[in-house]
């Protein structure tokens, strides 16, 4: 069977993809890894044309782009949509697919066939998901069969209720060494790299130091290897305030909403559209046009 050069088959890199080996790389050569979300075909083009590394089609997509109150009801079938349409825009980042919850809680298979999914009817290029623990054996069963995985730890917003909100974890000894322990297993479980979201920046800093794979952190601090942000939050796209961590590049949401006023003003004021948004017919045409019109007109009034 022969595969197009433009359609690369599920799990070979396309041309010009980011090699994942080159992310553990850009650590040792000290050099920040830039990870941005995206959910859609044009914000994968953009963050591809901004330089990002890795694009994360991140389950935040169950707040940002669907209007829920949390990541849990995001399903498969939602983020292999979204996961298709980022890569249909993105060439050279890498794309990691968020495991929604309950993908990949109740077993070792569930989450094998869950990844699988991303791989062939997605195009993703690996997949991420949060905990430690039992989830273990996930990470050692996903990289046994051949997809890259990414941890995350610290705030893990699929347990958020769990975690009694959206709060700052690891701020104490025991947490930090829980987390730091599971950091290390995480690695030795097989993950190329790992998410940090708001940890206080020394344990992040340690924990970056101890590991070899990259860590990517989300309110954890400079001390990571890369950084993420939403993208929603960053283009300033969010309703609401934003957490701390968050730096806002822009205020589209604003840009968005007085252009949009503009144009509902415009249509009912008749100020659009104007000639130059129409197109045009030559003068022969439209007069036999108006001719043809006359001529069933009148052959209407006949028959009646
Ligand atoms: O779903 C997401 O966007 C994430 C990032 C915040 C890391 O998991």
Redesign the pocket.
């Known amino acids: 069977m022969s595969t197009r050069p433009h359609e690369p088959a599920p799990g070979t890199p396309a041309p010009g993809k980011l090699a994942l080996t080159e992310l553990a790389e850009l650590k040792a050569r000290r050099q920040p890894i830039a ?1 941005v ?1 995206a959910y859609d075909a044009p914000s994968g083009r953009l963050a591809d044309a901004a330089g990002a590394d890795i694009i ?1 089609v ?4 169950a707040m ?1 782009v669907l209007g829920h109150d949390s ?1 849990v009801p995001a399903t498969m079938d939602e983020m292999i949509v979204l996961t298709r349409a980022v890569n249909r825009g993105a060439r050279r980042p890498l794309v990691v697919a ?1 495991m929604p919850f309950g993908s990949f809680q109740v077993s070792d298979e569930e989450a094998m066939h869950n990844a699988i999914r991303f791989l062939k009817e997605a195009g993703a290029d690996a997949v ?1 998901l ?1 905990g430690a623990g039992p989830m273990l054996s996930r990470v050692q069963a996903l990289v046994g069969g051949g997809i890259p995985v990414m941890g ?1 730890l610290g705030l893990t ?1 699929q347990s958020v209720t769990l975690l009694g909100g959206y709060k700052p974890q690891g701020r104490t000894a025991a947490q930090a060494t829980r987390f730091y322990d599971a950091a290390l297993a995480l690695e030795q479980a097989g993950c190329f790299s790992l ?1 940090l ?1 708001a940890v206080p920046p020394p344990v992040a800093a340690r924990i970056s130091q101890a590991l070899r794979i990259p860590t ?1 952190g ?1 309110g954890a601090g400079a001390g990571c290897d890369g950084q ?3 993208w929603h939050d960053l283009l300033g796209l969010t309703s609401g305030p934003v957490p701390r961590f968050v730096k806002q590049y822009a205020n589209l949401g604003s840009t968005i909403l007085g252009a949009l006023k503009s144009y509902v003003a415009d249509v009912r004021s008749g100020a659009f559209p104007e000639p130059q948004h129409t197109y045009t017919m030559s003068a022969e045409e439209l007069e036999l046009f108006e001719a043809e019109l006359a001529a069933g007109a009148s052959r209407r009034q006949r028959r009646e």
């Open positions: 990870m979300t994360l991140g389950d935040s997509a940002t990541t968020d991420k949060e995350h917003p998410v979201e990517i989300i993420v942000l939403v």
